[in-house]
């Protein structure tokens, strides 16, 4: 049968999933399926011989249990499943990123903790990013910010006060504008030994920051507001931050205080 008739199956029941996924956990008879899922006995018959004919379960001393090929067919629809979920969990998130490219794996995200913007309360990932940043662990923080901000500044700012070595990388639009509003805190930042600043030529979509064992990604809409703000310590998460900050950086050129503006 092929895949997507398999996959039009396996939707178009919900007593078949159901069913499906209690066999990967205990076999049985068929009254006792229809007892333990409070499905009539006919129903489960019939998807249990539906089972059968594809190869997913098979009858012994009259129980079903599912066969290895089952076993893998609940593996996958499962994940399938909780991917699409968690997908729309962080749907606020994905949606503000600038595309597919800068958007991790949803899989990655079993672990995170996701705090968005509503009309209520527009500034809880702001301050969701702040007490993350205050809460660093690390010797180092590598960035990509594409706003200036303050509040963002002075988390930063106390981290410097602890000999926390940053590398940030900004578009060269908002580095001219953050030299153009104040030129002498410019200069001071920028020659601080605790910062290493990067010029990228191209705006830059979406705000990341890496510690050592946890990150944060920010998703910005047009105006820059920061519309949801991700946090979490995945591995696999943390390596993507890495090579996608490592990306940016390698196009960057380092910024001093002398540098021109154009």
Request: charged share 30%; net charge negative; proline share 7%.
């Amino acid at each position: 049968m092929p895949p997507d008739e398999l996959a039009q199956f396996l939707a178009g029941s919900p007593e078949r999933r159901r069913l499906l996924t209690h066999l990967a956990d205990r076999p049985g008879t068929p009254a006792d399926l229809a007892d333990a899922l409070s499905l009539s006995r006919r129903s489960v018959q019939r998807h249990l011989g539906q089972f059968a004919d594809r190869g997913w379960a098979e009858k012994a001393d009259g129980a079903y249990r599912l066969t290895t090929t089952g076993d893998l067919v609940v593996d996958e629809h499962t994940a399938y499943l909780e991917s699409l979920d968690r997908i729309e969990t962080f749907r606020p998130f994905f949606d503000a990123l600038p595309d597919r490219e800068h958007a991790p794996d949803p899989r990655w995200l079993d672990d995170a903790t996701l705090v968005t913007a509503t009309p209520e309360n527009p500034q809880a990932p702001v301050r969701e990013y702040l007490d993350e940043v205050r809460g660093l662990a690390t010797d180092r923080v590598r960035m990509l910010s594409p706003i200036l901000s303050r509040g963002f500044h002075d988390a930063h700012a106390a981290l410097a006060r602890r000999g926390v070595h940053t590398e940030l990388v900004m578009d060269a639009a908002t580095i001219r504008r953050a030299r153009e509003l104040n030129p002498a805190e410019f200069e001071v930042v920028v020659g601080l030994d605790v910062l290493d600043l990067y010029r990228h030529p191209e705006p830059i979509g979406f705000g990341l920051t890496l510690g050592d064992d946890r990150i944060l990604v920010g998703a910005y809409d047009e105006e820059g507001h920061l519309r949801a703000c991700v946090a979490s310590a995945d591995g696999d998460l943390l390596r993507w931050g890495r090579r996608l900050f490592d990306r940016y950086r390698d196009a960057a050129e380092p910024v001093d205080s002398s540098l021109p503006l154009g």
